[in-house]
């Protein structure tokens, strides 16, 4: 063994086979770049150059692309919080926080770093795990894949920032959403409304880039200036490897449970990265910071979503049993070559199994070198002015969700996901949750439904894998309670330093109207989901109708919530406002006051003074400034006022959005960009004029030239059809 | 320019529990330069360490006062105090510190700028920040200054010489009012939640908040420097709302991160010792940490707060506040007074201070030679926007851009549009020549390949390797571009295909069971008939059907009359799945089916646990699911589909010629060769979905000579000993068929009938419950 390792390794001496290495590097960090393109896209483009190619350099360039297409997406991620893939949006929550304090490079060091400890780790383990993937894989039957898929979305409801009923009802909503086309057991149409294009399921790019892209740009495309805190240029490489070596238990531990994840063909990776997200927290002594920007929450997950490509291409070997489209991809090129993959490929091929060790290894180290070095330039996005990015990404992140269907309507579901993706980021929602739920909710169901329809009754329950993926689901859950119960004993809500009133400069409008009408809205979708699965046949509605009774009922917990969060407290800005109506009148009243009644009892009656408060508010800079007055915001929508809210902005922002998709539906979108992208960044971002045309023409030459260098259509206007 | 090093004397005090560099303005103003950049210059800031500098790198010792002796009546001493940034290249003026308030008096003295007294000197200093004149007191009792260190406060280990502070008519010295939005409480709206806090202004603007709005509610005084933590940044967002009500900032972001000060107040803890007896328990925040003593002028604040009814402070006394309070600080408890002299609030406490050093600091900044020019430095900010020291007025940020007039955006914006659409218009045509196919050659064409299924898959693989090869048998060797229009299984792409592809030759559509079957089911999804598509070439594939030995089957004939039936694993019904189904259909096997499985592979490996029984392979992942098993004897192969021969007799695959076919398997079973309409729909499906898997299609209407191209092209191809070499295994064994008797094949095996058809809805309907719409 340690022959062919050894001659595997000497082959990669070889400068061609290098090369090739490289370009693959090369090529997976650009299509990782570009959010929606991702693994897929180096498919795509990759998969036509190997035909032809001797297997050694075909490899080394697949493996190339393959091993650092999970370190480049981080970057998308952490900088503008749009995750171009499910895995990524684990490290968004702690790496665009870090960013957001203007510690965008502290959080790609780390996560570059451990990006690259994890390929090389999962190498190593690809080598290692070879003898014990087929026992691994055969103790893992469709009540465990059913359990990892929940243990998947309730991780991430539990562990993201915030309220952990929201946290459920967004993956609750999230699992809905994905349950949208047809059923994985009776091939029905489920909440297709008779369209074929919703037949197939929302596409994963539009539903990532539409919850996190969108939201994002429409929730800062007020900014016009760059962040105001302050880039961190303080420190060197040194110290970031330092830190980062602080972290290495993180490292391994993600490492491993990203491979492990990875061996379990279907569900693995995704529902992997939470589980190393997970555990991180789990063991964590100090929780507090986890969601603000804690290094152990970009380490652990980071370094498990590259393992899992490692792991991933066990059963893509051993079994021929691809866990995504990359390996799927690795697979179609091995049969091209006669590789059959299969346990046999240990005996028949150990000098190409080793290659693809070697290479997995190498490219992981190189892409991570790669991306180490261009920290600095990227990190200074940051300052950029938030406006004048959106303009590009809007462009961008449209034509990333346009590649995987090629169809208009993705980028309509898209932006409406925008919308919600906004509703639910300002009400204090996790979108992560969201996201999962979406991804999983297919292996989700398909898992239960085999579990349901191959075992007797529960006995699926007492598997011993089983019980040990129910005693980590339901442990914590205790554990909280207890804890829940001792805090309010004791009066000491230290535990739970989110508390639900916690402001959050993230979520302007919790515990406003917008929130309890978020609650509101989840509720009617909930119920509207039960009429509409009413119809589907037995096997089709089971899962969709349990999903949407308990979404019902979190739903209803959480309005029950709102309301009662609206209850106890007085409605904002009424209080400031009939003081400053009428200052002294007030002032003795409110003092003579016994001491709860000043606050406590203003709310029943904040409906009334509402309408004063909002003329004050007008008259009095000092009370108009906060933009995220909330009780006034839903009424500001329709009424101008003095300075545009956030609120305002957002909504403008998408109807921006919505104008662009007008233009593109009508004119292309080549000539769409032209007009949308200066008249944004004039209008909108009020960049210098200069930067509006170069900027504009520079898109311009790249959406010509880009298709004939990638694998990349433009979306065609009703003009272009006409012309033709 | 040249590197000149001045001087600046100074003396290093302590005063309270904050430690500051006390200088002369005079000696300051010689320096000829902005004070805020002498004063950063000298405290080695920014840097959060301030190694270059004698700042202390924490905020209580990063702190300067500048003295000037008054001329004006009344005062003797004029004091400004500075908060010098430690990583922030920032000097804040904002508000007075009363700890450093402490150190005036004594300078004072020792300059000889007051007169002492026998027994107590009294020195009228006045603060420039907020205007606020401080009663000073010190002991003279010989009436020399000789100060003696004979007093400990909290938060200092060592005793210093005792300083009365008495603050004259605190009230409202910064925004006019004591209470500066009126009420005792406000409700702040602090993210959308509200937060109860008394904005007051005495001594220097306070935000105060209860112990339990701060998130500290039953916490022992001792855990609260800790446990505030988590809740600072919240807390610093209060402190800003704050700013915001008291009218000192425009925008909570543009508050001054010293001014106004938060504190947190809470009933005194009923347990705590009776040395740490007190009214009153305060933690203060100071640049947004917790701060372990009291600042002197928070203290003024907080007695007042005391005394004024409803405030957070007087809530938390529990008992109407007398003229002393006793206020616990993390650092100890201190005394505080409150009194009316000569008809004037004054409101004291009393301090310590100590001469720590006197210096001459070298002030290290490159000067201009002659003096007069500005900013010598380009990372020292413009001190314009920092230095609004009289009145606090925190918009220092950059102003938004201006908006661009109507004109500039019409000009740009129609430029580009022009552009844009002229690209559109005319670009297609130039990039895009029409098509030549029928001149005998492809030469400056591409095949554009349509594949309606995802990237990566066995049909994807299959399709992209025959395109690249099959260009190059084409006369002109035309480009390859293949495009994935994934979607609706497969539906999707056939139909825009069907609706909208170019009939010249140049446009190929991949077809595959998936999308084959829909088609054969007639369902209403299904735009694209291959009726009327043409087709160019066609790849087959087989496959075998086996089963779990250990659910006691050994060979065909114990699919039949079993006591328990055998578990398939599907895919969906309506898939390639189907063909299988209608097998055991005709054999009568006794099965069950579970559907929803993602794939072949998952189903292998499924059976490999024991959850399902039986399942079938297709020849080209044979070797890697199924080979290795059957030779361990864990699975039984039963059966090989089979293939159609040229007269549609079903007859041994070449690829498994010891395996029986399942019409051989019927007769095993039954004793008679198979017949009738199961037979029929079996034999359909088998040509469908097997013999004629895989096919490349052109629309129907491309030119004649351009079809005959392509077909002669492929057929070629087809047999080339070399093509066959490198394509053995993607074909898996099955030739592709080009040749000129394709078509009527073709058209033969793709001719579904009726009855057929009509067997087939009846069978997803009847065993498995699935209607085709």
Redesign the interface.
């Given at each position: 063994m340690l022959d062919s390792a050894m001659a595997a390794l000497a082959s990669l001496a070889d400068p061609a086979l290098l090369v090739m290495l490289l370009i693959g590097v090369i090529a997976g960090l650009v299509m990782g770049l570009i959010p929606g393109l991702g693994g897929?896209g180096a498919?795509?483009i990759l998969?036509?150059v190997t035909?032809?190619m001797e297997p050694a350099p075909a490899l080394a360039l697949l493996i190339g692309a393959l091993a650092v297409v999970h370190t480049s997406d981080t970057v998308s991620a952490v900088l503008l919080g749009a995750p171009g893939s499910a895995s990524a949006s684990v490290t968004m929550l702690d790496g665009y926080s870090m960013a957001r304090q203007g510690q965008a490079k502290r959080a790609l060091s780390l996560a570059f770093l451990s990006s690259m400890a994890g390929g090389v780790i999962g190498a190593i383990g690809l080598t290692l795990a070879i003898p014990l993937a087929r026992p691994l894989?055969?103790s893992f039957?469709?009540p465990e894949l059913f359990m990892l898929t929940v243990l998947g979305v309730a991780l991430a409801a539990v562990l993201s920032r915030g309220n952990v009923v929201k946290g459920l009802v967004a993956g609750m909503l999230g699992l809905l959403l994905g349950m949208v086309g047809?059923s994985?057991?009776?091939?029905?149409e489920r909440f297709t409304f008779g369209s074929?294009?919703l037949?197939?399921g929302l596409s994963l790019v539009a539903v990532a880039l539409g919850i996190f892209g969108l939201a994002e740009i429409a929730s800062r495309a007020s900014q016009?200036?760059g962040e105001?805190a302050p880039i961190t240029v303080?420190g060197g490489w040194g110290s970031g490897i330092r830190e980062w070596l602080t972290h290495w238990t993180q490292v391994i531990r993600g490492a491993l449970i990203g491979i492990w994840a990875g061996v379990l063909?279907?569900v693995g990776a995704t529902a992997g990265t939470w589980l190393a997200y997970g555990q991180a927290v789990a063991t964590a002594k100090d929780k507090?910071k986890f969601g603000?920007g804690d290094p152990r929450g970009i380490v652990g997950p980071e370094s498990a979503n590259n393992s899992v490509e490692a792991g991933d291409l066990i059963?893509t070997l051993l079994?021929?049993?691809?866990g995504g489209?990359?390996?799927?991809?690795l697979?179609?090129?091995l049969?091209?070559?006669?590789?059959?993959?299969?346990?046999?490929i240990i005996n028949d091929h150990l000098d190409l199994m080793y290659l693809i060790v070697w290479s997995f290894a190498i490219a992981s180290v190189l892409g991570a070198l790669f991306c180490f070095l261009t920290v600095r330039p990227l990190a200074s996005l940051t300052k950029v002015p938030f406006a004048v990015l959106a303009a590009g990404l809007v462009a961008i992140m449209l034509l990333g969700s346009f590649q995987?269907?090629?169809?208009l309507g993705d980028l309509w579901v898209m932006l409406l996901l925008g919308v919600a993706g906004w509703v639910l980021k300002s009400t204090?929602f996790p979108r992560a949750p969201f996201l999962i739920g979406f991804v999983l909710a297919i292996?989700l169901?398909?898992y239960y439904?085999?579990t349901d329809?191959?075992y007797n009754g529960l006995d699926w329950m007492l598997r011993p894998g089983t019980l040990v993926f129910i005693a980590i689901l339901v442990l914590p859950i205790l554990w909280n309670i207890f804890k829940w119960f001792r805090a309010r004993r004791?009066?000491?809500?230290?535990d739970d330093?989110r508390?639900e009133?916690?402001?959050?400069?993230e979520?302007?409008?919790?515990?406003?109207a917008w929130?309890l009408g978020a609650a509101a809205a989840a509720l009617a979708v909930f119920a509207l989901s039960l009429v509409f699965s009413a119809g589907f046949?037995p096997?089709a509605k089971l899962v969709p109708q349990l999903i949407g009774w308990f979404g019902l009922i979190l739903a209803a917990a959480l309005v029950v919530q709102e309301v009662r969060v609206r209850r106890r407290?007085?409605a904002?800005?009424?209080?400031?406002a009939s003081?400053?109506t009428v200052?002294?009148a007030?002032?003795p009243a409110?003092?003579?006051?016994v001491?709860p009644a000043?606050?406590g009892d203003?709310g029943p009656a904040g409906t009334g003074p509402r309408s004063t408060a909002k003329h004050a508010a007008t008259g009095t800079?000092?009370?108009a400034?906060?933009?995220?007055?909330?009780?006034s915001a839903p009424v500001a929508v329709e009424e101008p006022s003095q300075e545009p809210s956030d609120t305002r902005f957002a909504f403008k922002t998408f109807a921006w959005m919505a104008g662009f998709l007008v233009l593109t539906a009508a004119?292309?979108y080549?000539?769409?960009?032209?007009?949308f992208?200066?008249?944004f960044l004039?209008?909108v971002a009020?960049?210098?004029?200069k930067t509006?045309?170069i900027y504009?023409a520079v898109l311009?030459v790249v959406l010509?030239v880009l298709p004939t260098l990638l694998?990349i259509?433009l979306p065609q206007?009703w003009?272009?059809q006409f012309?033709? | 320019m040249n590197n000149t090093t001045l001087t600046v004397p100074t003396v290093w005090m302590r005063g309270g529990t904050s430690k500051c560099w006390v200088f002369e303005r005079g000696d300051l103003d010689a320096t000829g330069l902005p004070i805020d950049d002498v004063l950063l210059r000298l405290y080695g800031s920014p840097d959060?360490r301030q190694v270059d500098g004698v700042g202390g790198a924490t905020s209580t010792t990063s702190k300067a006062v500048i003295l000037s002796k008054s001329s004006e009546p009344g005062v003797d001493v004029e004091y400004t105090f500075a908060q010098v940034g430690i990583d922030e290249n920032k000097v804040d003026w904002g508000s007075n510190c009363g700890n450093c308030s402490a150190v005036v008096a004594p300078f004072a003295l020792e300059k000889g700028w007051v007169q002492p007294q026998r027994g107590e000197t009294l020195v009228r200093a006045r603060n420039t920040n907020t205007g606020q004149m401080i009663l000073q007191r010190v002991s003279t009792p010989d009436g020399q200054w000789d100060p003696q260190l004979d007093t400990t406060i909290p938060g200092v280990p060592f005793p210093g010489t005792a300083v009365g502070l008495g603050f004259v008519d605190p009230a409202g010295r910064t925004t006019g009012r004591l209470?500066p939005?009126?009420?005792?409480?406000?409700?702040?709206?602090?993210?959308?939640?509200?937060?109860?806090a008394t904005l007051l202004d005495a001594g220097a603007p306070l935000v105060i908040v209860s112990a339990e709005t701060a998130?500290l509610?039953?916490?022992p005084f001792e855990?609260w420097s800790l446990?505030v933590?988590?809740?600072l940044?919240?807390l610093d967002?209060?402190r800003r709302?704050g700013a915001?009500?008291?009218?000192l900032?425009?925008?909570?972001?543009g508050a001054e991160r010293a001014i106004p000060k938060l504190a947190i107040a809470g009933p005194a803890d009923p347990s705590s010792a009776a040395s740490e007896r007190a009214d009153v328990q305060i933690m203060m925040l100071s640049m947004g940490n917790p701060h372990p003593a009291l600042a002197i002028t928070g203290s003024v604040g907080l007695t007042i707060a005391a005394g004024?009814?409803?405030t957070v402070v007087?809530?938390a006394l529990g008992a109407p506040a007398g003229e002393d309070l006793q206020i616990r600080t993390p650092a100890g408890t201190i005394s505080t007074w409150r009194r009316s002299i000569d008809g004037s609030d004054v409101v004291g406490s009393t301090r310590t201070a100590r001469v720590l050093a006197r210096a001459s600091l070298p002030l290290a900044l490159p000067v201009p030679g002659t003096g007069a020019a500005p900013m010598p430095q380009e990372d020292l900010v413009p001190t314009a926007p920092f230095r609004a020291s009289e009145e606090p007025s925190p918009l220092a940020?950059?102003a938004?851009?201006?908006?661009?007039s109507r004109r500039?955006?019409l000009t740009?914006?129609g430029l580009?549009?022009a552009?844009?659409?002229g690209?559109?218009?005319f670009?297609?045509?130039l990039l895009?020549p029409a098509a030549t196919t029928e001149d005998g050659d492809f030469a400056g064409e591409t095949i554009q390949m349509v594949i309606p299924l995802?990237?990566?898959?066995?049909t994807?693989?299959w399709a992209?390797?025959i395109g690249?090869?099959m260009v190059h048998y084409i006369p002109g060797t035309p480009g390859?571009a293949?495009?994935?229009?994934?979607?609706?299984?497969g539906?999707?792409g056939s139909?825009h295909f069907a609706t909208s592809a170019r009939a010249n030759g140049t446009e190929v559509l991949v077809s595959t069971a998936s999308t084959v079957v829909p088609w054969v089911l007639g369902r209403d999804?299904v735009k694209y008939s291959f009726e009327d598509l043409t087709p160019v070439l066609v790849n087959g594939t087989g496959g075998v059907i086996y089963a779990r030995t250990a659910a006691g089957v050994g060979d065909v004939t114990d699919l039949v009359e079993r006591d328990k039936p055998l578990?398939f694993g599907g895919i969906?019904?309506?898939?390639l799945d189907l063909t299988t189904l209608v097998a055991f259909d005709l054999l009568g096997a006794d099965t069950t089916a579970?559907?929803?499985?993602?794939?072949r592979?998952?189903v292998?490996?499924?059976l490999?646990?024991g959850?399902?029984d039986i399942d079938y392979t297709t020849t080209?992942?044979y070797?890697?699911?199924v080979?290795?098993i059957a030779k361990e004897g864990k699975a039984t192969v039963l059966m090989s589909f089979g293939q159609l021969d040229a007269g549609g007799n079903v007859v041994r695959d070449p690829n498994f010629p010891d395996v029986p076919t399942v019409a051989e398997a019927y007769e095993k079973i039954h004793g008679q060769a198979p017949s009738g309409e199961k037979f029929e729909a079996y034999k359909t499906l088998l040509g469908l979905t097997y013999t004629y898997q895989k096919g490349l299609w052109v629309p129907q209407g491309t030119p004649e000579k351009a079809v005959a191209l392509l077909r002669d092209s492929a057929h070629a191809m087809s047999e080339d000993q070399a093509f066959n070499g490198r394509a053995?295994?993607?074909l898996g064994g099955y030739p592709i068929s080009a040749d000129e008797t394709l078509p009527e094949r073709v058209a033969e095996a793709y001719t579904v009938s009726d009855s057929t058809k009509h067997y087939v809805q009846r069978l997803l309907h009847d065993t498995y419950?699935?209607t085709v719409e």
């Open positions: 897929t498919v795509a998969l036509p035909f032809g894989v055969l039957a469709s047809t994985p057991t009776t091939a029905e074929l294009f037949g197939d016009r200036k105001e303080t063909p279907g507090r603000k059963p079994f021929g049993i691809p489209v990359p390996s799927a991809m697979l179609g090129m049969l091209t070559y006669g590789i059959q993959p299969g346990p046999s995987e269907g090629g169809q204090g292996p169901e398909r439904f085999l329809s191959l004791r009066l000491d809500r230290d330093p508390l009133a916690a402001g959050d400069s979520a302007p409008l919790q515990n406003s929130s046949s096997e407290r007085p904002p800005g009424a209080a400031p003081a400053a200052p002294l007030v002032a409110g003092g003579a006051a001491p000043v606050g203003a800079v000092s009370l400034a906060p933009a995220t007055d909330s009780a004119i292309g080549l000539a769409a960009v032209t007009i992208v200066p008249a004039l209008v009020r960049a210098r004029t509006a045309i504009t311009y010509l694998p259509e206007g003009l272009g012309v033709s | 959060p209470l939005t009126g009420n005792a409480v406000d409700a702040l709206p602090v993210g959308g939640a509200e937060v109860q998130g509610g039953g916490v855990g446990e933590l988590p809740e940044e919240r967002a209060v709302a915001v009500a008291m009218g900032a425009v925008t909570p972001e004024t009814a409803g007087q809530r940020a950059l938004e851009p201006a908006r661009h500039t955006v740009a914006v580009f549009a552009l844009g659409l690209t559109t218009i670009g297609g045509s895009n995802a990237e990566g898959g066995g994807d693989t992209r390797f690249s090869e390859f293949p495009t994935n229009e994934a979607g609706g299984e539906i999707t139909n999804a578990v969906s019904a309506t898939g579970t559907f929803g499985f993602e794939g592979g998952p292998n490996l499924a490999q646990r959850e399902v080209s992942s070797a890697s699911a080979e290795g053995d295994k993607i419950g699935i």
